[in-house]
Every structure is written in C-alpha cells, then in structure tokens.
C-alpha cells in the first residue's frame, strides 16, 4: 500500500524558508503523479506543486511559482518541497498526495485529484 508521511512544519517568519518533506512507500505498478496540496481555513484546497515519476516533469500554479520547488531522491523515497519568501497567505496544512499513472496537463494542479494522502504538517507564517 501507497504510504506518505509527512515532516517538517512549523512557524516561519514572513519572508523566510521551509522545507517539508514526504517520506514516501508503496510506490508500485508504475508511475506515479505525485504533489503538494494545501488547505487552509475559509480556502479551497488548492495544489501547489506536482511531479510525475515517469519523466520528472513539475508544475506549480501563479500563486507559488518561483518561490516553491518540489524534488525528490532518486529512489522516490522522499518527495520534498522547498518554499521561500513566505507570505502569510501560505499558512495552511500541507499534505504529500500521490496517484498512480499519467494526469492531463488540464487536471494537474487541481487538489481533488489524489486517492493516496499524507496527514498533513502545518505550516505557519507570520
């Protein structure tokens, strides 16, 4: 079974860095598209990054891009996302999501489209 556990939350100033990470398993029968989401009180949940196993291609929606970076190791053993130059509009719980095979570029960054989640890690900006 597909498990992901996520770490690395906490409280940053505004402006500052964080780093999350997603220890990730059970990544079998082909590729995965795997990501970010986050959902924070009074907001839809809304995906920040996303990265396919089978060509490492990644995507992030206007609201982070060039602030976020998602990567993994090279044995998919951990998914990790780099945010920098926080701003409080980022506080929210952030979950490692994974799907198995290939996602249409219209429905990548959508939040609703994983079956395999994390219990999140809250991030904190202020």
């Known amino acids: 079974d597909v498990q992901l556990v996520e770490s690395g939350g906490g409280s940053v100033q505004a402006g500052g860095s964080l780093g999350l990470y997603c220890a990730v398993s059970?990544?079998?029968?082909?590729?995965?598209?795997m990501g970010w989401v986050r959902q924070a009180p009074g907001k839809e949940r809304e995906a920040v990054a996303a990265?396919?196993?089978?060509?490492?291609?990644?995507y992030y929606p206007d609201s982070v891009k060039g602030r976020f970076t998602i990567s993994q190791d090279n044995a998919w053993s951990t998914l990790y996302l780099q945010m920098n130059s926080l701003k409080p509009e980022d506080t929210a719980m952030y979950y490692c999501?994974?799907?198995?095979?290939?996602?249409?570029?219209?429905?990548?960054?959508?939040?609703?489209?994983?079956?395999?989640w994390g219990q999140g890690t809250q991030v904190t900006v202020s």
């Open positions: 999501a994974a799907i198995k095979g290939w996602v249409s570029a219209g429905r990548r960054l959508r939040g609703d489209i994983y079956n395999h």
């Open positions: 059970g990544l079998t029968g082909g590729s995965y598209f």
């Open positions: 990265i396919y196993q089978g060509d490492g291609g990644t």
